[in-house]
């Protein structure tokens, strides 16, 4: 394998396992030297799509960390924890047998769009320069500002009625959402406790868990396990730049309106391609006459 290696893996983690711990299991695979990351952590006890950035790759995966995600979680209603989720020890109980799956219905409307969240305590969130899990671990709660989270889409899949009535759903949202709040607040919004009683991840961006590779796969497999920046990124909308255009844009050169770039609509970054898609750059929106480049990705002269 060449030391140059870079790309993508689309790794599908397993419970119990933290992320930090995943790549150390993915590093075997690799020349000692390769720089090896992560986009974004997924909680030890979660299952599901852990994206692993290899080389020149770890440089981008700000851009799949500001991706979609997509999550099935189920929620148990009737008992609440202090974690919000099926590890924490219970807080308030009420029995749920009066939930019907129509009014459940109802509730999850309320919460498609952008809404707001507090984060729990038992996250990473820094508050005072300490991580909210640690002060909670020492018995505390502290006061925490609200953040706004985007909800895509609420599937309700499944709904068991009963004193602990549980409901599957199917969730899109953008980064820095908490599913296991969002369960809590579904619960609190229909009068009742409730917490996350299982997850597992989807998929983040296009890299979806149909498609993932074990670690088994990945230290078997090495390099060959690697998805291209091109596809790993196609999720953000593409401006194609003119064959004319390439050389002074791999030199560091603003791309510019008068280039005569179709520019899409939505998406605040953007995939600069050739004629054949592939990936040169990414750049960010401006307010005037030019596109901010943000990373070259094609080497220049070829």
């Known amino acids: 394998m060449s030391a140059a290696i870079s790309g993508f893996i689309n790794l599908l983690k397993p419970p119990g396992l933290t992320s930090h711990r995943a790549v150390a299991h993915v590093k075997r695979a690799f020349p000692r030297r390769t720089k090896i990351g992560h986009a974004g952590t997924l909680d030890p006890d979660v299952p599901g799509v852990l994206v692993i950035c290899v080389g020149r790759a770890t440089k981008l995966a700000q851009f799949l960390m500001d991706a979609d995600k ?18 924490g020890r219970p807080v308030d109980e009420k029995p749920a047998d009066g939930l019907t799956e129509s009014e459940l219905q109802r509730a999850l409307s309320n919460f498609i769009g952008t809404i707001e969240q507090v984060p729990p305590m038992y996250s990473a969130v820094r508050v005072g320069g300490r991580r909210l899990y640690e002060l909670a671990r020492e018995g505390m709660e502290v006061p925490r500002q609200s953040r706004w989270a985007v909800i895509k889409s609420i599937e309700l899949l499944s709904f068991w009625p009963g004193p602990r009535a549980r409901a599957l759903l199917d969730v899109t949202c953008g980064k820095g959402t908490y599913m296991r709040t969002l369960c809590k607040d579904i619960g609190e919004h229909l009068g009742l406790p409730a917490h996350m009683s299982y997850l597992i991840r989807k998929r983040v961006g296009v890299l979806d868990i149909h498609d993932a590779r074990t670690l088994e796969e990945v230290e078997e497999g090495g390099d060959s396990v690697l998805i291209e920046p091109a596809e790993a990124l196609s999720h953000l909308p593409a401006v194609r730049i003119p064959q004319e255009r390439i050389e002074a844009l791999l030199h560091g050169v603003q791309p510019s309106v008068t280039w005569g770039l179709q520019v899409p609509k939505g998406g605040e970054v953007l995939r600069l391609v050739d004629e054949k898609g592939e990936l040169l750059a990414l750049a960010r929106r401006t307010h005037d006459r030019y596109l901010e480049l943000v990373k070259v990705i094609a080497r220049r002269g070829g």
Do not use: P, Q
């Not at 997509?70 to 590890?87: K, M, S």
């Open 70 to 87: 997509a999550y099935r979680v189920e929620i148990t209603f009737g008992l609440a924890t202090d974690t919000e989720d099926w590890t």
